[in-house]
């Protein structure tokens, strides 16, 4: 999620869960450490995440599908953009430094859109009830829907995914039930 705090209001309840969690302190910067060290789409990680806060554990083999069903979208459109957004960080020299960041400006809020547009497809698969079965505890979905996505990929570095796990521990998502 490249800018969460200037997201829209009004959106699913996931994306409403995502903006909310990306500003609790140290997740943002633990998110681009797993993003940028093991290749984590975030969408994914919080989609993984907002479905433990509904007490929702998915399967090895539910997340497996996930990342290949949405990859192919961050993979097309997502990465590409922000690689571009990333890139104008230092704009080439024939180009003025503050039209390169207002450029980089749209590209962000372009990449954000991207990212909104896989989370409400994201969204509607769970509003379709077809993954996922009740857990013990939303701790015990969010370690083991975490520990599934590693599977699917590979290890995730430590630090930052117990950041992401601590502060998730001590979440309070945008309201509690389902119909939010």
Known sequence: ????????A?????WRFSVKFYQVPGVAPACIELQDEASVDVNLLF???????QNLALSNAEV?????TFGAWRDMAVVPIRNVRRALKSPPPIMAA???EGFRTRIKAVELEAERLQQ???YALAQSGRIGRKAASP????????AAYQAALRPFPAAPLETILTAFAKFEPPGRDKAD
Do not use: H, I, T, Y
Not at 10 to 14: H, V
Not at 139 to 146: D, I, K, M, S
């Open 98 to 100: 503050e039209a390169a």
């Open 64 to 68: 497996a599908d996930l990342e290949r």
């Open 139 to 146: 701790l015990e979905a969010a370690r083991g829907n975490v």
């Open 120 to 122: 409400e497809a994201m």
């Open 47 to 53: 989609f993984l995440l907002w479905n433990a806060s």
């Open 1 to 8: 999620m490249s800018d969460a705090a200037n997201a829209p």
């Open 10 to 14: 009004g959106k699913s309840p996931f």
